[in-house]
């Protein structure tokens, strides 16, 4: 990213350059600065086109192999802990296929809540602290929630 177009609380259009934002692991600063990105300009790397479509089906496939990618769902509940992954713990309490009314903890991916028809807010809500206290009981480790719950319950 060279720089972005940004809009302020105050309703305000301004640009700022990369090194003006911080970036971590699925964490920037821009939510807690209240600034929504409008624009962005990047810098790509050039290719041979064969070598962009061999990277893009290897991606491809290893997404339908690894994630539940034909269900509806939200994509990964929790972050990864420092030096381990959701999903490994959650897979090793045993939680893969565990629900709550019509939301599932994916048997693809245990870091992934699926909606198998019904799945009401509550639901995926009630499964995900379920799943959060689980790990919590057996590691000692707290997820921390990557997606963002807005609304009430």
Not at 11 to 21: H, Y
Not at 68 to 93: Q, S, Y
């Amino acid at each position: 990213m060279v720089k972005v177009t940004l809009l302020t609380p105050d309703g305000e259009v301004r640009e700022a350059a990369r090194d003006e934002l911080k970036f971590g692991y699925r964490w920037s600063n821009l939510r807690e600065l209240g600034l929504v990105v409008v624009k962005a300009t990047i810098r790509l790397e050039t290719n041979a086109p064969k070598a962009i479509m061999e990277r893009i089906h290897r991606r491809w496939r290893y997404r339908w192999e690894t994630q539940p990618v034909n269900m509806p769902c939200a994509g990964c509940i929790f972050k990864n802990p420092p030096g381990d992954r959701a999903g490994r713990l959650l897979d090793a309490v045993g939680l893969k296929g565990v629900r709550v009314g019509d939301a599932q903890v994916s048997p693809v991916h245990a870091n992934f809540i699926v909606n198998l028809g019904n799945a009401t807010a509550k639901d995926v809500l009630t499964l995900a602290e379920l799943m959060r206290r689980t790990v919590l009981e057996k590691f000692g480790i707290a997820l921390e929630y990557e997606v963002q719950i807005v609304g009430e319950d």
